[in-house]
């Protein structure tokens, strides 16, 4: 599952990424760049709140989210260089030191006061932290689209199909994550955590990252991106939750 779901991430998602945008804005805008950044950025932490919430495989959506954030500072530049290297020159070096910052170093900090703690600090310090990463997380979302605000007045008119196609991008995302569980004969509880761990990615560095490494065009899918990825994750969640659902008897 481990294997597959990273597979799911950063090959297949990215490639049906590039296609779709080359699809929509042509193969040479910065656009379709967007596109391929936003899904080849690791999958989202909230996704383990998701696989709690539907009572998934939570070692396995831990273990992922650990795994592809450690694998992150190689990962994204590998990708971002095969499937749109062509469309944008970047500072591969500066962008692998900042995934190190953003996404590897808070990740051993968290997983090592977890593991060292016996899972005592998460526990008692979740009624300080929950409030203040919603905040924080809305705060980077606010800032990145006012400083975005330029480029996407600029692309009104092509606002349409690009909202069309991130939505489009949403649902493949979590539709893949079933599939690949469904394919690998999975029980319930690994096929809840693939589908979210697969469909979710990790937006608010994607943000902070496109807004930082590249030109603004390419960060407007990836801001984007927000209006979607939550609200599909409950429709998902309705849907695991109604299916598991005693029918009444007739």
Known sequence: PLAAA???LHCVGPLVGKLLGSIIF????LLTFGFVLGMA?????????????????LPLSISLVALDSLLSPLVV??????????????DTWGLLGSLCFTIVIPTIIGVSLNDFSSGRVPE???????PFVKLGLCFVIAVNIAGSWLQIVEI???MAPLLGGLLALAVFGYSQGFALSRLLREDMS????LTFSVGMRNISAGIVIAMTYF???????????????????????RYFEHREKPQPVR
Do not use: C, H
């Open 41 to 57: 950025v690791p999958t989202g932490t909230t996704s383990v709140m998701w696989a709690g919430l539907a009572r998934a495989n």
């Open 6 to 8: 990273l597979l799911g």
């Open 190 to 193: 690994t096929t809840k955590s």
């Open 124 to 130: 008692r310090l979740k009624w300080i932290t929950g």
């Open 77 to 90: 530049p590998l990708t971002l260089k095969v499937f749109a290297g062509e469309l944008v020159r970047f």
């Open 156 to 158: 009104k008119d092509r």
């Open 26 to 29: 042509g193969s040479t805008s």
């Open 215 to 237: 030109p603004l065009d390419a960060a407007v899918p990836v801001v984007a991106a927000t209006l979607f990825q939550q609200p599909l994750a409950t429709l998902v969640y």
